[in-house]
C-alpha cells in the first residue's frame, strides 16, 4: 500500500537531548512536509523540501533540523536548543506543483519532553 | 504570509443535523483541500478542489470553491456521531496554507 509512515508514534525525550523523527513516503512525491501542532491549535510548518537535498525554513524553523539525501525521506531532529518541543509532529508529502496537488499527511509523531 | 480564516471555530450539534463551515482568505488559490482529524491521528483528506466555482460532494459531505479563489465551504448532512473531530481547510498555491480547525461535537 502507498503512504506516509511515521515512526515512533510515541517518544518521550530528556531535556538537553536531541531527537530525530523519521517519516518516509512511497508515493514517488517530490514535496515533503514538517508541521508542528500544539492542543487546540492549527498546524506551523517547520520545514519542508521540494526536491531531493533542498530544503527551507517553514514558519517556526529554529531548534529544528531536516535533511533530505533520498526522495522517500525526510528525518526531523529536535534540537535541544528547541525550548518547548513537546508537540504533536506530523509529515506530509505532495506530487509537487501542477494538477494533482493533494497533500498527504502521516499518522504523526507525540514528543514529549521529560 | 498568506492566511486562512476558517469559520466557525467550534461547532456543538445534535445528531441528524446538517453543518456548515468555511475558509476565507485574501489570497488566491489553486486548490482547496478539506480535512478531517481524529485525536491523536493525522489529518485524512475528504475532498480536493481544482477550480473555481467546483462542487464536489463525498458521500454526506459537500464543499465548494469559491469562484473568487478566496474562499471555500464544506456541508455536512444529516450528522452521525462517527463525524466527531476537526475539520481543516487548506488553500494550496506555491505553499499550502491551512485554516486553524473547526473543532465539531456531535450529540446523540
Known amino acids: 500500500d502507498g503512504g506516509i509512515t511515521q515512526s515512533p508514534k510515541y517518544l518521550f525525550r530528556k531535556e538537553g537531548q536531541n531527537v530525530t523523527l523519521s517519516c518516509e513516503q512511497n508515493l514517488n512525491h517530490d514535496a515533503m512536509y514538517w508541521y508542528r501542532q500544539d492542543p487546540g491549535q492549527g498546524l506551523r510548518l517547520i520545514y519542508y523540501?521540494?526536491?531531493?537535498?533542498?530544503?527551507q525554513k517553514g514558519d517556526i524553523a529554529e531548534g529544528y533540523s531536516v535533511s533530505r539525501e533520498k526522495k522517500e525521506s525526510f528525518p526531523l531532529t529536535v534540537t535541544s536548543a528547541q525550548k518547548n518541543p513537546t508537540a504533536f509532529y506530523l509529515c506530509?508529502?505532495?506530487?509537487?506543483?501542477?494538477?494533482?496537488?493533494?497533500?498527504?499527511f502521516g499518522p504523526g509523531t507525540r514528543l514529549t519532553v521529560l | 504570509g498568506q492566511q486562512l480564516n476558517q469559520s466557525p471555530q467550534s461547532m456543538f450539534i445534535q445528531e441528524g443535523e446538517d453543518v456548515s463551515m468555511n475558509c476565507t482568505s485574501s489570497s488566491i488559490f489553486n486548490t482547496w483541500l478539506w480535512y478531517k482529524q481524529d485525536p491523536g491521528e493525522g489529518p485524512v483528506l475528504l475532498i480536493a478542489?481544482?477550480?473555481?466555482?467546483e462542487l464536489t460532494s463525498n458521500g454526506r459531505l459537500t464543499a465548494q470553491f469559491g469562484i473568487t479563489r478566496k474562499d471555500s465551504f464544506l456541508n455536512i448532512s444529516a450528522s452521525i456521531p462517527s463525524d466527531v473531530g476537526i475539520y481543516f481547510c487548506?488553500?494550496?498555491?506555491?505553499?499550502?496554507?491551512f485554516g486553524d480547525g473547526t473543532t465539531l461535537t456531535v450529540k446523540p
Open positions: 506530509a508529502s505532495r506530487l509537487g506543483p501542477g494538477r494533482s496537488n493533494e497533500q498527504f
Open positions: 523540501s521540494q526536491i531531493v537535498n533542498d530544503f
Open positions: 487548506a488553500g494550496l498555491g506555491s505553499k499550502s496554507t
Open positions: 478542489l481544482y477550480k473555481a466555482g
